[in-house]
């Protein structure tokens, strides 16, 4: 089989390492599993991109303290710039950023949609400004708010209904307990790319919650009537599309998967062997990560190497095994702090989000 040429990476992530990433679409980049090196942070040159909309003109970074974000839905609403949100609190969080889809291609049915693999995922370390003292700088949240409503800063094409396009997404209120507004991403302001001059930062909450370029935060009654909330990244059932009566992608759940040795890293030598792999409890810190090289019939716990960046990052993780010449099917699967397990078998539904199954994820590697 003659492999596809490799797609040039779109000019507008021009700058990223071509080495790194396996080019799906012009909105859809994934972080080849071989770039899963040695950081633990995810450097932008190698995390995965995905847009809905086309990213906004460039000239929205051109002063980035200009940028305004509205406030609605607090005691005493107002716009804020940039330049007046880096006076009002600094936190930095180390997270996840996790497409819903990630592990979509990894479904026993093949849900329709870019079929990620692992790579539309990366952690990554904002900083901004606690959403939580933004408000209250503004007097609290206004009595009977129940989400929190972000707003991406795209242009709408023309012609088309806003409601249809736009990346507008609603989250639980609690959520803004650890949400950030971020203007930086691993130390440097944050590329329009990934959604500079300011991101909503949702810690433990699917990528799609992270809405970039955010132009307006929003405490609401209900959810947003926008298609992407309302019934787009819905956990509906096969078959059936999206409906506001199914589950929303929200939070993310404990998951891990094996990066090294890959099955295209050719055949293994005999002998000591090294697993790795990242691990994250998703919404939960944690607790630990084992290691199958039978399948799932018997598990090993495996050891974390590298630092623990907090509740919200990924831990790298490596066990020795001894192999023999032979056929393996190598599995890992993670375990948060409230005991939850990393799912066997994840639901399937129509959009394919949430695939955390560790069998989806096994991979099979020969020994010689
Ligand atoms: N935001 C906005 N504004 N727009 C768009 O499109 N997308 C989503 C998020 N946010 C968007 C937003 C998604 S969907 C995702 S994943 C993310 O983002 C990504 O990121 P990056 O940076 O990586 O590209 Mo799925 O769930």
Redesign the pocket.
């Known amino acids: 089989v003659v492999p596809a040429a490799a797609k040039p990476l779109p000019a507008y992530v021009a700058w990223k390492d071509p080495t790194a990433m396996i080019v799906h679409t012009s909105s859809t980049l994934e972080t080849k599993r071989s770039a899963f090196g040695t950081s633990v942070i995810t450097p932008a040159e190698q995390?995965?991109?995905?847009?809905?909309?086309p990213a906004p003109d460039a000239s929205i970074i051109a002063d980035r303290d200009a940028w305004e974000v509205q406030i609605e839905g607090v005691k005493n609403p107002r716009n804020f710039n940039l330049k007046q949100l880096k006076g009002m609190g600094l936190e930095t969080t180390a997270m996840v950023?996790q497409?819903?889809?990630n592990g979509r291609g990894l479904f026993p049915t093949k849900a329709s949609g870019t079929a990620w693999a692992v790579g539309?995922a990366g952690c990554v370390v904002w900083s901004g400004v606690p959403v939580r003292d933004v408000v209250a700088a503004l007097g609290g949240v206004a009595d009977g708010m129940v989400y929190m409503t972000g707003t991406?800063?795209?242009k709408i094409p023309e012609g088309l209904d806003p409601k249809s396009v736009m990346?507008e997404r609603s989250v639980p209120l609690k959520a803004m307990g650890d949400a950030l507004l971020a203007w930086e991403m691993n130390g440097a302001p944050i590329p329009l790319?990934?959604?500079g001059p300011l991101r909503l930062i949702v810690p433990g909450y699917?990528?799609?919650n992270?809405?970039?370029?955010i132009k307006r935060l929003a405490f609401t009654l209900a959810q947003t009537e926008a298609a992407i909330q309302k019934t787009g990244?819905r956990l509906s059932p096969p078959g059936q599309k999206g409906d506001p009566s199914h589950p929303a992608?929200w939070e993310m759940a404990a998951k891990s998967w094996i990066n090294s040795p890959a099955p295209d890293a050719g055949v293994v030598p005999a002998g000591m062997s090294l697993i790795k792999g990242v691990a994250f409890g998703g919404m939960q810190a944690l607790k630990a990560v084992e290691v199958s090289i039978d399948g799932g019939a018997s598990w090993l716990a495996a050891k974390f190497v590298g630092p623990d960046l907090g509740r919200y990052a990924w831990r790298q993780f490596v066990l020795s095994v001894k192999l023999a010449p032979g056929n393996y099917t190598i599995a890992s699967r993670a375990i948060d702090v409230l005991g939850n397990l990393q799912s066997e078998v994840s639901m399937e539904n129509t959009g394919g989000y949430n695939n955390t199954s560790w069998r989806d994820h096994a991979l099979k590697i020969s020994v010689v």
């Open positions: 995390l995965y991109i995905r847009n809905n909309l950023l497409c819903s889809g539309a991406g800063g795209e990346v790319a990934h959604g699917a990528g799609v992270n809405v970039k370029y990244y992608v």
